[in-house]
């Protein structure tokens, strides 16, 4: 009875846990950027950005500082969120859209 109940919970999980995880691999996006330094939350700046070479500019949720170096080029693995980084001169409703990082690595 035991090993019927453990196998019902392997196969939910393979079932449902991992088509999950490659759906967010397929959000995966990938692309040259640069760090940008744009000043300090605190005095109106928006920190640490991420550049990528056609000019959008994301703020990373999880940017390391080893990587808080301005004008470093690097080549990053992303996914697009849909919330905003509120900083500067912002618009209500407006800011910087973020990404999380899943790679980073120096040029």
């Known amino acids: ?3 019927i109940s453990s196998f019902k919970t392997i196969l939910f999980l393979l079932l449902f846990a991992i088509p ?6 397929a959000n995966l996006l990938t ?3 640069t760090i ?7 005095v109106d700046g928006c920190g640490w950005l ?3 070479n056609d000019s959008t500019t994301y703020e990373a949720t999880n940017l390391s500082a ?4 301005n004008n470093l080029q690097v080549n990053i693995s ?13 618009p209500p409703g407006g800011g ?3 990404i999380e990082l899943k790679s980073i690595k120096s040029m």
């Not at 999950?20 to 691999?25: A, G, L, N, R, T």
């Open 78 to 90: 992303y996914y697009l969120l849909t919330t905003k980084f509120q900083c500067g001169d912002s």
């Open 31 to 33: 692309a040259n950027a």
């Open 50 to 52: 991420i550049k990528l």
């Open 96 to 98: 910087i859209t973020q």
């Open 20 to 25: 999950v995880s490659c759906k967010k691999d």
């Open 66 to 69: 080893d990587y808080q170096k």
């Open 36 to 42: 940008i330094d744009t000043g300090s939350v605190a």
């Open 1 to 3: 009875m035991k090993n």
